[in-house]
């Protein structure tokens, strides 16, 4: 969803959901007057959101439909505030370490990833396998926290990472999960297109394989996506049965025990239901 694709007399899109907010908490139902430069500054840095990667003064300001040299002002004065950052070497734009600090501040915010942060500690610690929590990022799964224990991996997993829809245990579990709207647009975001999750010939398998995913409550990879490394996911539920995060264990495949039933799994599946109880709880 572009929130700053719609534009109406210089009123941005986010202008517009902040009236709708603002109208619905007041009952004014009167425009709320607000500063369009910092409208269009907000075009930027979420034009650069959307990219999830660092854009050239051209490509940003395309995307942001702004001319280069109007681009060019606002990056400058983003960049004073910390939100954008210029890299020396590439002059190549990517967030900075204040529009991070918001981010942060943001999901610390969130009732699911408090609960889930120190129970995920405890279980990386007593299980000796790295955890990761992942929520529902615009490309996709994204790794939000990442508990390290015991076993080296080798592969490059950190704070950010988007895992695939089809191919990762974690992923599987947000197709089985999360609303139909929703998953829609990340694999769109994800894949490039809007086409459906899986090819129409390979619909009916992949339906089955997210209703034993549903019937289960985990699900898992063995040496996919990345040789040697299998993993466990299952998915933290709120009262109203709504995915709020998931929780992956990830292991080498000769050391981490997957069966479904194993130790591993139970430990998982019980921080899960522990973390859905206090989201309940609060």
């Not at 129970?119 to 929520?135: K, Y």
């Amino acid at each position: 969803m572009d929130l700053f694709s719609a534009r109406t007399n210089g009123v941005s899109g986010m202008s517009k959901a902040a009236k709708a907010a603002t109208d619905s908490e007041t009952g004014a139902g009167k425009q709320q007057r607000g500063i369009q430069s910092v409208e269009v500054g907000g075009r930027l840095l979420h034009a650069l959101a959307t990219a999830r990667a660092p854009l050239a003064l051209s490509d940003l300001a395309s995307a942001a439909d702004i001319a280069p040299g109007q681009a060019h002002a606002y990056l400058v004065s983003l960049t004073r505030l910390g939100l954008i950052k210029r890299d020396d070497l590439s002059g190549r734009y990517e967030p900075g370490p204040l529009s991070l600090r918001l981010g942060l501040m943001r999901l610390a915010n969130q009732p699911a990833f408090r609960a889930a942060v120190p129970r995920v500690a405890a279980l990386a610690e007593e299980i000796g396998f790295s955890v990761a929590i992942c929520t529902a990022g615009p490309q996709g799964p994204t790794i939000v926290r990442y508990e390290h224990a015991g076993f080296p991996l080798h592969v490059n997993l950190h704070l950010g990472t988007v895992m695939s829809l089809p191919a990762t245990s974690t992923g599987r579990v947000f197709c089985a999960f999360l609303a139909p709207a929703q998953l829609q647009t990340m694999w769109a975001n994800q894949s490039g297109n809007t086409a459906d999750i899986v090819a129409p010939a390979e619909r009916k398998a992949f339906d089955a394989t997210l209703a034993a995913i549903r019937e289960r409550g985990i699900e898992r990879g063995i040496d996919a996506p990345s040789p040697g490394i299998s993993s466990l996911a299952v998915p933290v539920l709120d009262a109203a049965g709504e995915l709020c995060v998931a929780l992956t264990v990830i292991g080498p495949s000769g050391a981490i025990d997957v069966n479904w039933t194993g130790p591993i799994a139970r430990a998982l599946q019980n921080a899960a239901r522990e973390i859905g109880a206090d989201i309940v709880a609060h």
